[in-house]
């Protein structure tokens, strides 16, 4: 017979124990998140060419120094954000945003629908936008019923005030962070902005260290020197191993190569074919990728797309030889990546080996540190990783189109599948694998909840009790 | 050739042979000596490369061995054992053993051969290496050279094989090291040696690449025969390699197989070793031979000129002194200037000029004593011949005295007459010897000689057919076409028929009289011959000695006339005779002679221009 008392003693010491479990998980206030990236960002501006390709780490600063009209939320349904509601005419051509008032800059001053106005008539393109009141109207041209998730996924509709001077340092916003100290290309220490109109962020401040390997980021999350950090699919599993958290957002970024058709060695389209079909994109995903991601020869996820798998992604060696049979024998043919991704030069290397089988040289070549994509960069083919931006396939396309997809955002899913097996057939672009965004954390880091197309919610993010 | 030029080229001769000979002998030595330098040094290469191949494919051996046993590899080789192994948890594993034994090439090959791993080559994971399952004897076998395939082409690589063994499967473990500059920059070279390593390229056909210690990439082309001829039949090879047209440019190179463990020829040890020194040496003989030899040669020259100023000037007066004898300077004499064998042939010419003039003064002496008791008994003969008619008129006379006046007056008129005429005969004879004295000086004018000739013989046409007389025939055999000589023409005439004249009396019983004139070159010839007695040979000897003659009644100035006029026109005479056949006299004229004083033909016998030619 157990006495009372010992009932009691028990039954307190179970309360504590879940008191002090639900206090562990409860949000708190407080403590500087230390981030670390691959990227050396040098502007927060948004691109004023499609030439000049932004680093992947701008939008995840972007998104919490400045705010958009419409925000997305995890499953990618649009929510208000600046915009407090909006609404649409039948034909989804003339469109109405009410503008919450009472916004601040992070300098204290207010928010004014013309700066809005101002800020988001440069990267409109094709909208005619007018302020009525406190509701900005926005007239199109063609029917647009997806408005506000591009106001919500567009790189540049970020409301910031335009200095009329240039400045060394970022525009001002009025997202959960602002920018108390900016190193272009190395370091930026973001504060919470204790007036933020979406309530005050957990974190008192974010420092991100940019311009990180993936390796110096690997060592300093393991020595504690960093809580968040960008990781490639070859350094999870050790990751993992050692009990750190990791966290995986869906396939996001397509690894391909683009031919440059205009150059003589790989102008024959059946020696592109036999490259292609040489390929043993599976032993990418498996081995490389350490099964992260997928493997496939479409230009979309299957997740995002749901036809990625009628593309064929099996090698096929024989048939590849019979391609380029009675092909005079190629000269070796250079691939060119980016000599700061570990992951791509991995992939690049292992297709090397691949088309080795059929009897074609491929010569894996550093590409420059400045290079772009839109310039020629003496390659015979470029390693590209190309990441899909948005929650739905026609932003997704829209984004591809910019660069070489014919589809439109506006186009069927069937008629997507149409282009794309049109496009594909040349063989100027044979997509590779799907790797998905890896990031790991250290055991004091709380609230991640990133959407499956990898956008980072840092506002969310609060530090464990045990941090310091 | 003089005997001087003959001394300069026998010295330079000389001293290019013996300069050739000990330059070649010199060169022959040294480049043997340095051959066995060389030789010795590049075995020691190849010693110390073989020694340090050993020693490195021991290392490599003990290295694999213990990632082999490793509790790590034990752990990768449980996992593919498994029956679904997950290859991509184990695929950086290589990369980290290598790193941990230091070892540049390491695999961990599943039990088909499968790479589960590959350090050198991470890319090339799940391929097949067949050669590690379709042969056996690998984890037994040490270290053996290998052609590893590489992401930018191949490498030779020391590599062993070592399995770990789990249930029934194996997990091969492939490790090793590149065989290639480090190795050959760990190597201790002599000076003016380099050490290469050729490494045949992994396909066909296609060149392989040659470095050396620093990693230079060097162009195989020069070393292409040798390195052909190695791979034809992998034996240890060398040859020369120039590099570039200077020949001090060149390398003795010795090439060593390296075999795989199926003895293919995989690569090379090249070792250099430079000729420059050699080359530079025998250039250096070639020079000091050259200069040795030019300064022979000028030695030569100088000894030479010596020696001829010494010994062939000595020769040369002599050869001048006997050419003054030669030439009738009988007198000459050398110095004597040594008391050498030239020195005594110097004394021996002086006295033997001296003899012959004393034996020509006494020649002289004595031909002009016999000439001078010629000359008496001639005149004594052409004197007594008037005085015995003299004598007897007189002694006539005397005795007419005593006769009556008619005849004494009779005897006196026929005595005076002979007296007189006996005294015309004496004046006659005086005058015939007072005119060979006074021979006069040849006028020269163009004389045609073929008219000369016609003229002369004209004259004596009436004794050729006098009557009583035995018939002589005319025959004159002249040249067509003559041209003029510079001649006296009275003088040459006289001759002329002195000679017709000597040729008629040499004829009593008849005969033919031939004159023939020709045609020189650089004058005329006149041949006046008879079918006479002919001469004996002292008879020709002495035919032109003056008041010498054959005849009964002769002065012998008749001849001694011909001689001066021929000589004093710059001509010469000679004589043929066969006793019984026949004499002919030979005059040659030049063209253009020059004037002469006459007549002292005499006194200089030796300069006469008379050749005397006697058949016998």
Redesign the interface.
């Known amino acids: 017979m157990k006495h009372p008392s010992f009932r009691l003693l028990v039954l307190s010491s179970c309360v504590c124990a879940t008191l002090s479990v639900l206090a562990a998980q409860r949000p708190r206030y407080g403590g500087t998140l230390r981030v670390e990236m691959q990227a050396a960002i040098m502007s927060l501006e948004p691109a004023t060419s499609t030439a000049m390709a932004e680093p992947d780490g701008v939008l995840k600063l972007r998104r919490i120094i400045y705010d958009r009209l419409v925000g997305l939320d995890v499953r990618g349904q649009s929510q208000p954000a600046l915009a407090a509601s909006w609404q649409h005419d039948q034909a989804n051509t003339h469109w109405s945003f009410k503008l919450r008032i009472d916004i601040k800059w992070h300098d204290g001053a207010p928010l004014t629908p013309g700066e809005v106005l101002t800020s988001l008539q440069d990267s409109s393109p094709g909208m005619h936008l007018q302020l009525l009141g406190d509701t900005l109207a926005v007239s199109l041209d063609d029917p647009r019923p997806d408005l506000p998730i591009l106001f919500a996924t567009h790189p540049g509709m970020f409301i910031r005030r335009k200095s009329a001077t240039p400045s060394n340092t970022p525009a001002l916003g009025t997202g959960p962070f602002r920018v108390l100290e900016w190193r272009a290309g190395s370091r930026v220490v973001l504060q919470a902005n204790e007036d933020y109109w979406g309530g005050r962020p957990y974190l008192d401040n974010i420092d991100v260290l940019m311009g990180r390997s993936s390796r110096d980021q690997l060592i300093d999350l393991e020595l504690d020197k960093a809580d968040l950090v960008e990781l490639d699919p070859g350094e999870a599993r050790r990751l993992q191993q050692e009990g750190k958290q990791l966290w995986a957002s869906a396939p996001i970024e397509l690894v391909s190569l683009q031919f440059d058709s205009k150059k003589a060695k790989v102008q024959d389209q059946r020696l592109r074919e036999a490259i292609a079909l040489a390929i043993d994109r599976e032993a990418i995903h498996k081995v490389i990728l350490q099964n992260y991601g997928e493997a496939t020869a479409s230009l979309f996820p299957q997740w995002l797309s749901g036809y990625s798998f009628l593309f064929t992604a099996a090698p096929d060696l024989d048939r590849a030889r019979k391609r380029i049979s009675d092909a005079p024998k190629p000269p070796p043919i250079r691939v060119g990546y980016d000599p700061a991704d570990l992951l791509l030069r991995q992939i690049v290397e292992r297709v090397a080996v691949n088309v080795r089988d059929v009897g074609i040289v491929l010569e894996p070549t550093a590409l420059p540190r400045n290079w772009t994509i839109m310039l020629d960069n003496g390659m015979d083919i470029t390693a590209l990783r190309t990441r899909i931006q948005g929650p739905t396939l026609s932003e997704a396309v829209g984004e591809a189109a910019s660069v070489s997809f014919v589809a439109t955002s506006r186009t069927t899913p069937e008629e997507v599948y149409v282009s794309e097996r049109q496009f594909l057939s040349n063989y100027t672009h044979v997509p590779l694998v799907y790797i998905p965004e890896l990031v790991g954390s250290g055991p004091h880091l709380r609230g991640w909840n990133a959407p499956p197309w990898g956008d980072w919610h840092l506002d969310d993010l609060w530090l464990g009790a045990s941090k310091p | 050739m003089s005997y001087r030029t003959k001394l300069l080229l026998l010295f330079a001769v000389t001293v290019g042979v013996t300069v050739t000979i000990v330059a070649w002998t010199a060169s022959i030595t040294m480049r043997r000596a340095f051959e066995r330098v060389n030789n010795e040094r590049t075995a020691a290469l190849v010693t110390q490369f073989q020694r340090e191949f050993t020693r490195r494919g021991v290392e490599v051996t003990s290295q694999v061995e213990g990632i082999a046993h490793a509790k790590d590899t034990l752990r990768i080789a449980m996992e593919v054992a498994r029956p679904n192994p997950d290859?991509?948890?184990l695929?950086?594993e290589a990369g980290s053993l290598a790193s941990a034994y230091q070892l540049e090439f390491l695999e961990l090959l599943a039990d088909d051969g499968a790479i589960v791993s590959s350090a050198q080559?991470?890319?090339?994971?799940?391929?097949k290496e067949s050669w590690i399952t379709t042969t056996t004897g690998w984890l037994t076998q040490g270290a053996f050279l290998r052609q590893e395939d590489l992401?930018?082409g191949s490498a030779l690589a020391l590599m062993a094989v070592r399995a770990v063994i789990v249930g029934e499967k194996r997990m091969y473990v492939v490790g090793g090291k590149k065989l290639g500059s480090e190795f050959l920059a760990s190597l201790t070279l002599p000076e003016g040696m380099r050490a290469l390593l050729y490494r045949n390229s992994s396909t066909e056909n296609a060149q392989g690449t040659l470095t050396d210690g620093a990693g230079t990439a060097i162009s195989e082309e020069r070393l292409l025969p040798l390195i052909t001829a190695v791979r034809q039949r992998p034996a240890e090879q060398a040859q020369n390699i120039a590099w570039t047209k200077d020949a001090a440019s060149a390398e003795a190179f010795h090439a060593l197989p390296l075999l795989g463990p199926h003895q293919e020829v995989l690569g090379m040890f090249l070792v250099g070793s430079s000729l420059a020194e050699e080359v530079l040496l025998a250039r250096r003989i070639r020079s000091l031979a050259l200069i040795a030899g030019g300064m022979g040669i000028l030695l030569g020259m100088i000894l030479s000129t010596w020696a001829a100023a010494h010994v062939t000037k000595p020769l040369e007066q002599l050869a001048g002194a006997a050419n003054d004898v030669s030439a009738g300077l009988w007198n000459t004499h050398v110095p004597v200037a040594s008391r050498d064998e030239v020195g005594r042939l110097a004394d021996a010419f002086n006295r033997m000029t001296e003899q012959l003039t004393e034996q020509r003064e006494r020649l002289v002496q004595a031909e002009r004593v016999a000439a001078w008791r010629e000359l008496a008994r001639r005149l004594a003969h052409e004197l007594k011949n008037p005085l015995f008619p003299l004598q007897i008129t007189v002694e006539n006379l005397l005795r007419a005295r005593e006769m009556s006046e008619d005849q004494f007056e009779e005897v006196f008129r026929e005595s005076t007459g002979t007296l007189l005429a006996e005294l015309a005969k004496l004046r006659a004879i005086i005058s015939r010897f007072s005119d060979f004295a006074k021979m006069p000086a040849p006028q020269l004018q163009p004389v045609n000689l073929n008219e000369l000739v016609t003229a002369a013989i004209r004259v004596f046409e009436a004794q050729f057919t006098a009557p009583g007389k035995p018939a002589i025939t005319k025959q004159l055999d002249l040249a067509k076409r003559l041209d003029d000589i510079q001649a006296d023409p009275e003088l040459l005439q006289r001759a002329v028929q002195n000679l017709i004249l000597n040729a008629i009396d040499a004829m009593p019983s008849g005969g033919t009289l031939r004159l023939r004139t020709a045609s020189l070159p650089s004058g005329v010839q006149l041949d006046v011959s008879d079918t006479g007695t002919g001469l004996t040979r002292e008879e020709c000897e002495r035919l032109f000695t003056p008041y010498y003659t054959t005849k009964q009644h002769g002065t012998g100035l008749g001849l001694a006339i011909v001689q001066s006029v021929v000589s004093d026109h710059q001509g010469k005479i000679s004589v043929e005779s066969e006793p019984e056949k026949g004499t002919t006299f030979r005059i040659i004229l030049p063209f253009r002679a020059t004037s002469a004083e006459p007549g002292n033909q005499v006194q200089e016998p030796a300069s006469e221009p008379v050749e005397k030619v006697v058949r016998l």
């Open positions: 290859y991509a948890a695929v950086n080559w991470p890319a090339r994971f799940g391929y992401p930018n």
